[in-house]
């Protein structure tokens, strides 16, 4: 048997002293890490929903009256963006500025309902072609740069007919509602521009457009502050454009949040700034 000593047992109780002094001192310092942590997630959480709350309000409260962020005529009648092209699927590009491929699409919408060509009348989808020095270049019978030309290629079946290739119009909305269907969907091709660009060359190119429905040779020889104060009624174009509003409507940000879906979702999208000339 061994027999401690007074010096023996006050060693013991310096180590463990010294022991329990360093269990607190790791228990301390683990509890403020745990402070610490959850303390950052509970800030990252609480950030994260008011940055999503300032972000989507208008989306949110969309949601909340049930309304779908998609109208009908985009929800089913477009195909989205995210499958794959189909043979089944007519492209439409959509002509939402004044000089977007202007003589393509011009003859490509007007030429087809030209009277000089004799189709015009009749009530049957047609392709034909309108040039003898260019065999390759078909057209068909209808004008999709108007509301009554987009109603008459929809009663005569331009889309189920399978005889157009692509179909121009700058009218993104009604003619989407109205050429395509559940059973015959349409993919949208678009070229954006930066608002101010375009708004600079609707100024200078209308001036001298006589083949555009909206020529304005009285803007020859104005002053472009002029024009942008007093003649141009040109505001928030793209989202009146997309919900199918004139320029004279009232928009609001539930109108844009749309448009921004329509176009995310559904509008195969290229920057005007990144062609080539």
Not at 65 to 92: F, I
Request: overall charge positive; hydrophobic content about 40%.
């Amino acid at each position: 048997m061994v027999n401690l000593t007074q010096e023996d047992h006050d060693g013991r109780r310096h180590c463990n002293a010294e022991w329990t002094k360093r269990r607190r001192a790791v228990i301390i310092v683990a509890l403020l890490l745990i402070s610490a942590f959850v303390a950052c997630v509970s800030t990252f959480i609480i950030v994260s929903t008011q940055q999503h709350s300032y972000e989507h309000p208008a989306r949110r409260a969309l949601a909340e009256t049930g309304a779908q962020l998609l109208p009908p005529w985009a929800q089913y009648n477009l195909v989205d963006v995210k499958q794959r092209p189909s043979s089944a699927e007519t492209p439409l590009f959509w002509r939402e500025s004044q000089r977007q491929l202007t003589a393509l699409s011009v003859l490509a919408a007007l030429l087809g309902a030209d009277p000089r060509f004799g189709h015009d009348k009749q009530d049957e989808i047609v392709v034909f072609q309108p040039f003898s020095t260019a065999p390759d270049m078909k057209f068909v019978n209808v004008d999709t740069t108007t509301k009554p030309g987009i109603l008459r290629a929809e009663r005569l079946g331009l889309v189920p007919s399978r005889k157009a290739d692509m179909i121009f119009s700058s009218d993104v909305n009604f003619a989407s509602q109205h050429l395509f269907s559940p059973q015959y969907k349409g993919r949208i091709y678009a070229f954006f521009r930066n608002p101010v660009d375009r708004c600079v060359s609707k100024f200078y190119y209308l001036q001298t457009a006589t083949w555009e429905r909206t020529y304005r040779p009285e803007w020859v020889g104005m002053s472009i502050t002029d024009w942008a104060t007093n003649h141009n009624f040109d505001e928030n174009f793209l989202v009146k454009k997309i919900n199918g509003k004139g320029l004279a409507d009232p928009v609001d940000e539930k109108d844009l949040v749309v448009a921004k879906e329509i176009v995310r979702r559904r509008f195969i999208v290229g920057l005007m700034s990144d062609m080539e000339e």
